[in-house]
């Protein structure tokens, strides 16, 4: 029998939340409910073990995973399993350099770190990656930061035989596959774009953080849905969303003879579960690339990746 | 240059309706909106001649058909384009077989004809089979009645040299569309299916009677989305839509952790234009291949019908 | 302090479902949400004994209380609230106009005879008004059945100095008091109403017979709605919504300059909550009339009903 | 026979543009569609003549009113109606104090002027009050500036014997109007709120205004909604709607038990229009009042203003 996939964790943040007590309920309750891969070479979705977590908020720092995780500002709601002590108590991440080799040693045996702390912090970001070089484990990026797209440090990881995967992590399920699954498939069948737009609500901190300094990914998100005719509007935190998120889209469209088709569209999703529905397959992806000593960056990641190597930072 | 195609139509209704101003249109304008496939085998969507057509009302049967086109219970609305005499009266269709020999010779040198009459004759149908391998022209055959689904009738075209093309045309953009791609969107995306319905609202006539014996449509629709889950609601009948079909769909299902996501949709389209935008591919398709001496089924149809041949009748 | 009030109840489906588990919700948790009068005469939500409980199918009769409201076909969700059992034994309701004198003798001390069986059978609500009038106790019909708008009725309960309140439960909020507060709206504002319509779903056993017997309620329902413009979909009956009413409802108006403006609204409720909400109160009227020696028809009731004395049967 | 009331404009922006083009249209189609009063004290809707207009543009200065309300950035539509030229030429509003004897000078025998120009600049509208003054006419501020909250400006008017109505114009119909209805009918009918949120997009100038500057008028549509929990996107600029906005409500509430219920709205309306539905009734009231020699302010516009005398500057 295949050997569970180790796993450190950098950020204690909602999708980590949705992560951690995933793999908790799928272990116990047998569910294959909303699951993108049940076997990634070998791997189920509950054979995976949190061995490490790295915050940087004094309220987690210390504490067991599985309180850290259910911590404010976290609004992921509680699923329906047991979480008893995990076991591991969530240590201090990196503040400066000097920390690298702390953390490293720090790892406790984990084949791959997982990098999902908030976007916006590239050095840090990079930082990780040199623990996770120095420790020999496999570098999973999901914040926008780039990592897997420097190609000099895709090339150390390549050389040292440790799969690299990045950046940007794309929801399993969010507006942009949605709309974007529209306006292709309105292209598809001939008619002509007239006009769109997308409006977002939500009630996490990544959002509250997104809604004081939205250009960055707003931009992404614009050259994500490939038109030049959708317009976003700007961001609205709504602390009682919670983790929920909440997307109005219009497409307005001409058919033949130029008669009008309008399509309203209302989503409702948790952002923290289409984080880590995507997490648990580029998780194993990792530990299975590791494990069979190839390096660098696995190209069946590239489905679950906004801004993959080779893609403009 | 390559010479226009000629059609005879059967069934003067809002599709046709829909078919001869949008040619009308395009021809005049220029536009290129709204049209999926601008050349087909050459021939651009304004290169179509109606050079016949039959109908069974007292209040078309001898009026020219530009006039026709827009009397009542037709409801589509009339398009930006002049639509002075076309030249073309409206003619008595087929009453009883005998009626085959002097429909046959009624076709003035169409190339193509184009059974657009509604579902549910499929005796009246077959006729008009009849009457295009009489006259030596290919057979289009838009409604769900079976014909090109009639080994020995295909069979017959084949050996005549003449193309045949049916059956039930799938619409250019429509609920069924829409629907099913958002279905499997989910699916590829590992999210598990919980509920879906869709509801429907029109105004034409074809509506009507589709209210009236929703039974066969029904079951093709669900046929079509190709899910247990999903629910139909009763066609509601709402003469102020006139040509407009509205569309209501909900989709609830789950994603990681059985965590929920709900999207709910409001489509609203002009029903024969989505005809119409399919129509003008088929006719071209259907004269091409003639000309071609191409008889039988021409498999590229296959992506506009919703019963081709070898589906069950 | 004011003693509890003693009801009977008639009809254990999703209704009687809501209004038990409410009561007893209100009574543990003393929460106040959503409750329309937290007073009436005196009397609290919770201020309510049922002590007696009348129904029709083998799966109820026989069993306690608090078991029955629970079985299928009932599908209203389980309230947070325990449920040991009530003591209550539901008995089997009239069947033949010879258990007038049985049931009467069964109702255990109840003040007021609540009628909540399904609408469609005016002889068995009349029957049941004969029970009160024998038993001494106040009667409340909450279907459509005429019982309150018959005179001689009428007349006999305030002689014997017992209220009579009905008929036609108007729901504490659904559809109908939600559009026709937005025509109303419209109008007072000066818009021109263009056409409206309404499109309702629902999973419970009232809904599906409904859904089979559907003229008498459409026509009082667009009498409600007091407009010749307003078109009501057919019901659609999907099980999986179970006690959750879905109504999609559009308005187009017109206003300055006959300019353009479209309303659509996603309403989503419970459905057995909203006559719960307003049984309560019925309830509470009823009694306190009954006390205060108050026979005949309450004219404070005139809000809670869609068909009070008077109104066309 | 009543005589016309002769209006003079400041501002010709969209609302002027709905406001114009709507008398000539009312006028000669006799259509009363979309009107909230027919007739103000014997003054029909289309008995208003504008007899002179003022602007800061040099695009409008200049031109005649007939065409300067089609000049951009207005993209209110064009109505169904000639508008041959007006013979008013748009005049150079005031720039500094010195103008309001020319203005007063200029304002061709109006019996009302009409302040309609964008919020934010509440020393310009209380020079139009000082030129009102200055040349005897009633004074409409459809802005949110404070002018007729100001008690000694409105102190000189009485005695004057010049109406003056204001402050910030209540819309015909539009979201606050709306949501305001909608909550009321919640707690109404017992509902209790949970949460509540509004979006809203748009295309014109006066929305880019502000998009720019939020906050005044996003506290001011709170207060008018009355709860706190009512949450507010942030505008969203489109310049695609041109003059059309369009709002997503929703509501989540609990009833009976504490059940959810769930509103989610869209409304389309054209802004301009709103203001001018309410528009011709303040100048209707302002001429009838002035020909009656009542100075001050009119208790009957209260219903139509967001911000009466008396209320928070």
């Known amino acids: 029998m295949i050997e569970n996939a180790k796993v450190a964790v950098v950020g204690v943040g909602n999708n980590t939340s949705a992560l951690v007590q995933g793999i908790a309920f799928y272990r116990s309750s047998g569910s294959l409910v909303g699951i993108h891969q049940p076997q990634v070479a070998g791997l189920g979705v509950g054979d995976i073990d949190v061995v490490a977590a790295f915050a940087r908020s004094d309220g987690k720092v210390g504490s067991d995973l599985h309180q850290a995780i259910l ?48 976007s916006g912090r590239p050095e840090t970001a990079r930082a990780y990656a040199e623990v996770a070089l120095r420790a020999g484990v496999a570098f999973v990026n999901t914040t926008a930061d780039p990592v897997a797209r420097d190609p000099s440090l895709l090339d150390r990881f390549e050389r040292a035989g440790l799969p690299l995967i990045g950046d940007d ?136 990746l906004k801004s993959p190597p080779g893609t403009a930072v």
């Open 169 to 304: 992590l794309a929801s399993q399920f969010g507006a942009s596959v949605l709309h974007r699954a529209l306006l292709r498939l309105l292209a598809e069948r001939g008619l002509t774009l007239v006009s769109s737009y997308q409006v977002n609500l939500g009630g996490t901190e990544d959002f509250r953080n997104l809604v004081e300094n939205p250009d960055s990914k707003k931009q992404s998100k614009l050259n994500a849905l490939g038109s030049g005719q959708v317009q976003l509007a700007p961001l609205a935190y709504m602390p009682h969303l919670k983790s929920q998120k909440i997307t109005h889209l219009n497409v307005e469209a001409q058919g033949w003879g130029e008669t009008a088709i309008s399509l309203d569209v209302r989503l409702q999703v948790h952002d923290p579960s289409g984080a880590a529905g995507v997490n648990i397959d580029l998780i194993r992806l990792a530990a299975a690339a590791r494990r069979a000593g190839h390096g660098g960056y696995p190209p069946e990641a590239a489905a679950h």
């Open 71 to 118: 911590a404010p500002p976290n609004n992921f709601p509680r699923l329906d399993v047991e979480l008893p002590p995990s076991g591991v108590t969530v240590q201090r991440g990196l503040v400066d350099p000097a920390g690298i080799a702390r953390v490293a040693e720090a790892l406790n045996g984990a084949e791959v770190l997982l990098y999902s702390a908030p």
